[in-house]
């Protein structure tokens, strides 16, 4: 399984692609689509779609992935947040891919084990669970693993329980 | 001058396409794309953007105007209208239209002559601007040819400034 985990912005998007074979997960390919701060609002939204969308064909994944988005105070940033993450589950459904949905709080739960982690914490651990020598710098990036380390795990404590109940 | 106006929301939205010559305004044509409840999501937001993509096709406007997102109390609804608006905004961007945005107030203020309008009072006044014998019984359709209204009126404003600015 190749998952894609999104982490939208209206600056920066990360993305991050994970395999998982036999139990074992392997970082395939990682990185951000960083948005012009000069560009009208309109030409982002299309950059985050066009850019994901040519990740998507690159790296063929099988499902995505995208962090929802946390209920802070701040209303005027996350209704701008919520553009860009409409685009960017856009691209997925254009490109045929199911799409699952975490909170922060769900992601940081299964990568961490604590749900007020911060940002820091979640790179150390997004490095030691994929086994690289060096944290992923780029925190949008780390995050977007993140989310679909998430989904793995998940998508396997679902097949335990599924497993279990046909027992 | 073809204005395509957008009222975008995650359960209905409305669109509506007027012409303007010679200082007169035509309704081209009207409607509401609807988003089936029970569906998911991300299959919401793709026929958003299909909906919208296919009434640019079809009806070749010059510009687009989306409406803004009210700053309502409810922020988890505000954050959904924000995914809808992000993809009505890039099935404009990705038909290569350019994009206009006016708040809510804006385009009350320049339809009714007053901000706090109600729906009716924006459905009875688009009737008359426009010449019609009914009100459109759409509210989401009324209020996104509002949105054209209130642009071509705008623009209007602005060609008169700047050529008195010439003399």
Chains 1, 2 share one sequence.
């Not at 970082?27 to 689509?33: A, H, R, S, T």
């Not at 064909?57 to 005027?76: G, H, M, T, Y």
Request: aromatic share 4%.
């Amino acid at each position: 399984m190749r998952v894609l985990g999104i982490d939208p912005g209206s600056s920066i998007t990360g993305y991050g692609i994970v395999d998982e074979a036999d139990n074992k997960l392997l970082l395939y390919e990682c990185g951000v689509i960083r948005m012009q701060a000069a560009k009208p609002f309109p030409d982002k939204l299309k950059r985050i779609y066009d850019g994901l969308t040519e990740v998507i064909l690159k790296c063929r994944p099988d499902i995505a992935v995208v962090e929802n988005i946390f209920l802070s105070k701040n209303v005027k940033s996350a209704i701008k947040m919520g553009h860009a993450r409409g685009v960017a589950i856009l691209s997925c459904v254009n490109a045929g891919l199911p799409v699952y949905e975490y909170t922060p709080l769900e992601i940081k739960m299964a990568v961490v084990g604590y749900g007020a982690a911060e940002k820091a914490q979640v790179q150390e651990m997004v490095r030691r669970i994929l086994n690289l020598d060096n944290i992923i710098e780029s925190e949008d990036a780390s995050d977007a693993i993140a989310a679909s380390v998430c989904h793995i795990h998940s998508a396997k404590v679902r097949g335990i329980i599924e497993k279990a109940g046909r027992l």
